[in-house]
């Protein structure tokens, strides 16, 4: 018993000096809330055994003020789980509006493509999922078999992914868009898909086909919205809507670089671009 109270002290004190903030970052929140819930359940077995066990127990515990300090610790597992909760309500609304925006804006650059039919457009994916790909969405997916290794596709990934920046590189634009809109279904959720995205997008607007560039850049966001690409590909986006007539979404896609960047490079050419297009 006295073990498990020394236990159920050293982690509450540990919540209580470390911020959730810096917890490791592996660990998600619905991990904590489950860990809050299983100390909240032994402080209540441990309560209940120093209740039943007496003088002996109480003093084996620290004394009169055992129950005092459970209580402190109860009112502090409490705290916890609401700030656990009030975070991951955050964090779901967060991702909601992220998710609403980005499927507002593929809704309204199908509107601009020719033959674009919104009705069959796919469900979008939810910002920043990258564990499968997005519904009704055609994907070939690679599997090791026949003597391949994980390590032979990773190098095919590459290898694919090389052959089709060797077009980019070379002016070969429509090869280019096509092999890594080929890239993009075959290693979906890859770590070179968002890549393929941006440069798609980059092939795209050097072929004049702006509104697909404008999705392919889209798509490179919305993939890894915190990637090394996410705010070239966001002020990109942004550009071509101003290309297309979009000013509205484009001012406020561009004026998104600088909130969620503010130290990128791509910050200041966003308010560049703002003043260009004639953003309020």
Known sequence: MVRLFALIIGVVA???ATPLAAQDRAQTLADIRAELSVLASDIQALRSELVSGGGAAMQAAGGATALDRMNTMEAELVRLTARTEELQNNLRRVIADGTNRIGDLEFRLCELEDGCDVANLPITKTLGDVTGPVA??????????????????AVNEQADFDRAKGALDSGDFRGAADQFAA?????????????????????LVQLGET????????????????????????LKLGSALGVLGQ??????????????????????????????????
């Open 136 to 153: 009704n969405e055609p994907v070939v997916v690679i599997q090791p078999g026949n003597g391949t290794t994980t390590a032979e596709l």
């Open 183 to 203: 890239f993009s279904q075959t290693y979906t959720g890859g770590p070179l898909t968002a890549e393929a995205h941006y440069l798609r997008g980059d092939a």
């Open 14 to 16: 540990s919540c209580l």
């Open 247 to 280: 000013q509205q979404e484009a001012c406020v896609t561009l004026a998104e670089v600088g909130v969620r960047f503010p130290t990128a490079a791509e910050a200041i050419e966003a308010n560049s671009a703002m003043r260009a297009i004639g953003c309020p």
């Open 211 to 234: 509104s697909n560039a404008a999705r392919a850049y889209l798509e490179a966001f919305s993939g890894t919205p915190n990637g090394p690409r996410a705010p070239a590909a966001l």
